[in-house]
């Protein structure tokens, strides 16, 4: 079993930045790779970012692209979204997964674990 626990949503501004971490825990060793998505109320949840294990390759929403950086912390096993340039559209709550044969990584039925998530707004 892998266990995630989100951390760092808040309240910012348009334009601002935030950094969401997802600390992972127990047999993370089992997992190739993981993921960030979120999920707006009334809205399906939609894929964010994705970053495997061996290789430290990244994957990310076109929404996203140039904005957020997903990125690992190897000594703590915590994995980092940073997201800068943040717009009102941005807000949902945001989820972490891990998989353990994740490819496809913008399908959520690609990972086996999930956090409970946190919740980002961004306002005008």
């Known amino acids: 079993q892998v266990q995630l626990v989100e951390s760092g949503g808040g309240l910012v501004q348009a334009g601002g930045s935030l950094r969401l971490s997802c600390a992972a825990s127990?047999?993370?060793?089992?997992?190739?790779?993981v993921g960030w998505f979120r999920q707006a109320p009334g809205k399906e949840r939609e894929f964010v970012a994705a970053?495997?294990?061996?290789?430290?390759?990244?994957y990310y929403g076109d929404y996203v692209k140039g904005r957020f950086t997903i990125s690992r912390d190897n000594a703590k096993d915590t994995v980092y979204l940073q997201m800068t340039s943040l717009k009102p559209e941005d807000t949902a709550d945001y989820y972490c997964a891990a998989g353990r044969t994740v490819g496809l990584s913008w399908r959520p039925g690609e990972y086996d674990y999930w956090g409970q998530g946190t919740h980002v707004t961004v306002f005008s």
């Open positions: 127990g047999r993370i060793d089992s997992t190739n790779a």
């Open positions: 970053f495997w294990w061996r290789h430290s390759n990244t």
